[in-house]
């Protein structure tokens, strides 16, 4: 079936660092993927997407790049903030005609000044 | 505008009260969602509603109600609640398929059962 890993474990890095979210995902066909963001005691927003192959979304410094060939769709950013400390969600879209999403377990960034 | 809106922000209830969440979004979507999100884990799909009709209800107790009264408003009735049932619920609303089928979340509601 459909479905997303992400890496375990929470990511702690200092400020200005660079980040990096491993996401892989299994899935027939070629889903729309997503990277959300949650931070704390908020819902969750979107941060980008992709919805074909070698597509690269990029949102506030983030990117991710579609990758079919290794089913990959890392989070990416090049120097990060205290404020961007926040859970960070994978998913894909099932396109089952019901537009369900498969969600990551989550990775917990902590960014520390 | 990609804002879904929730009320309350905070719902805090005992095991005998019927309370209601209520959601709202003005993009027009066809497709609207709730969530429930326990701490530190990704949101679970409850139920789907599709041009206002249920299309998914993925097993959830009785004690849970939806209702979509038009294409804009999505609540949530809850009678009977148990403890473990305190989360955050979250509401969220795409067009029905397609690739601007994007799903935008709102704030959520934070219910507590007593």
């Known amino acids: 079936g459909n479905s997303v890993t992400q890496m375990e474990g929470p990511v702690t890095l200092s400020e200005e660092a660079f980040l990096t979210i491993n996401c892989t995902y299994t899935?027939?066909?070629?889903?729309?993927l997503f990277w959300y963001v949650q931070y704390p005691g908020e819902g969750l927003q979107l941060l980008l997407k992709?919805?074909?192959?070698?597509d690269k979304g990029s949102n506030k410094g983030f990117e991710a790049t579609y990758r079919k060939e290794t089913t990959s769709f890392h989070l990416e950013k090049g120097s990060v903030q205290v404020s961007d400390s926040a859970v960070y969600f994978c998913?894909?879209?099932?396109?089952?005609?019901?537009?369900?999403?498969?969600f990551g377990k989550g990775n917990q960034v902590v960014v520390i000044p | 505008d990609t804002e879904v809106t929730q009320t309350p922000k905070h719902l805090v209830m005992g095991m005998t009260n019927k309370k209601s969440l209520k959601c709202e979004q003005h993009?027009?979507?066809?497709?609207m969602y709730w969530y429930k999100q326990k701490a530190k884990k990704p949101p679970e799909l409850m139920f789907v509603?599709?041009?206002?009709?249920?299309?998914i209800n993925e097993s959830v107790p009785s004690r849970f109600s939806p209702e979509c009264p038009n294409s804009s408003l999505l609540n949530l009735h809850l009678h009977a609640l148990q403890p473990e049932d305190s989360a955050l619920y979250l509401c969220?609303?795409?067009?029905?398929?397609?690739?601007?089928?994007?799903?935008?979340f709102g704030p959520g509601t934070r219910l507590t059962v007593l």
């Open positions: 998913a894909l879209r099932k396109r089952d005609g019901n537009n369900r999403l498969a």
């Open positions: 993009m027009g979507h066809r497709a």
């Open positions: 969220a609303s795409s067009q029905v398929q397609g690739n601007t089928d994007t799903q935008y």
């Open positions: 509603y599709s041009y206002e009709k249920l299309s």
């Open positions: 899935a027939t066909g070629y889903p729309s």
């Open positions: 992709a919805t074909k192959a070698d």
